[in-house]
């Protein structure tokens, strides 16, 4: 088992994959190593024990259960990175907690020793095709400090003091945009000059920079409205903080706007799912796709019931 423990704790380094079910993989795999090899009791791990060791300082205050890979994306993990080993392989052994007080159990074994504890049911089952989006917490997606005075808490209601300062800047500055714009056409077609190519570049810089300034100072609001979520401009976010999202949320008359964070766990290779542009290959918006393999695992989003379906291309069918 030892051997088997190390090979996997090699093979998880190699394959150099991004992503919460690798770190949970390795913390178990360090663990078991870490024992006496005399030790005859299989190791299992409740959902805290692998949040308090395997998760990030800011991820550990949240809902253990919640924070721990679902088992198909820890086999998927598995299975990958031990894609080129020999057998045995190292397999997840799971049990399901059923009731009040149950918490389900997580363990490692070898392929050979697979007990009938585990829930046969999932064991072995082909990669599925649906995934479970996890959102941060609020407050948790630090805003940049341009942005800071007005998201208190990584939010704003809409029809607060705030919210409407932020709307009447973005109209404001779209309409500044405009002008700016509009300004430099009038100016070369009054100058009453022949078309010099140094004035064609003028204009092909100016459209070049109004495009890249609307599209990242101000479009990316002007979506939220009909979109609800949107991926985040980067100035919004703190300057560390990864890739986010502005979302719009709330009723009516109690409408806010906050910055969140949506991610998942691959069912297909245990990799980290984040939500990035459809485009160029699918024609949803917003799509969730795996750091390891962005254009092959994709997956639907739905903010409401946080699920996503699979969305790439044809699998083959073994
Ligand atoms: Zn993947």
Redesign the pocket.
Known sequence: MNQALLQLKHALVECHAQGRAYDVLAFMADQGLSRSPEANQKLTFEAGALQAGAAPAHERDQEAKDWVPREVALRAALERAQQSLPDPHIVLGYKKGLGRGNRSLYWLELSTETTEEADSSTHQSPPRKSVTYRRTEKGAVKPSSLVRWLMKDGEFRNMSPRGITMLLGIIIGTICWALCLAMILLGLGVSNQPLTAGSLILLILAFAGFWFGWKSLYEPWFRLVDERIVKAPNWVPALFEDPCELEMYGQRKARWTRLVRYNAD?P??G?EIELVPGRPDQRLPLVGR?I??PHA?VFTFDRTTLRGAYIGPVLPDD
Request: proline residues 0%.
């Open positions: 691959c297909m290779c990799g795996c390891e393999s695992h």
